[in-house]
Nanobody, 125 residues
Framework: QVQLVESGGGLVQAGDSLRLSCAAS????????MGWFRQVPGKERESVAV????????SYADSVKGRFTISRDGGKNTVYLQMNSLKPEDPAVYYC??????????????????WGRGTQVTVSS
């Protein structure tokens, strides 16, 4: 199993930047993809960005392309989400997620089954 702990959420103004971090622990020797998802009350959780174990493949939601960047450190157990030009529609609880993959270069878009507790991002206009 993988345990995930997010940090970095907070209150910012529209147009500002914020960086989220997620540290993984546990059975991290096997390859696993990681990602960021977000959820607002009354809506389904949606994918924001995901990154492969090899760090060579990423995928973003259309709503954040060009503004958000997902990255993973060299040790591969910490994933970041750099959020620039935050908009009033970005506030949500942001969750870090992980999923083991068969091939190290796999980049699943769904089926993430390990989750952090989430961190709140609030944007004031």
């Amino acid at each position: 199993q993988v345990q995930l702990v997010e940090s970095g959420g907070g209150l910012v103004q529209a147009g500002d930047s914020l960086r989220l971090s997620c540290a993984a622990s546990g059975r991290t020797a096997s390859s696993y993809a990681m990602g960021w998802f977000r959820q607002v009350p009354g809506k389904e959780r949606e994918s924001v960005a995901v990154i492969s174990w090899t760090r060579t493949r990423t995928s973003y939601a259309d709503s954040v392309k060009g503004r958000f960047t997902i990255s993973r450190d060299g040790g591969k157990n910490t994933v970041y989400l750099q959020m620039n030009s935050l908009k009033p529609e970005d506030p949500a609880v942001y969750y870090c997620a992980a999923r083991y993959t068969v091939l190290s270069g796999d980049l699943p878009l769904t089926g993430y089954n390990y989750w952090g507790r989430g961190t709140q991002v609030t944007v004031s206009s």
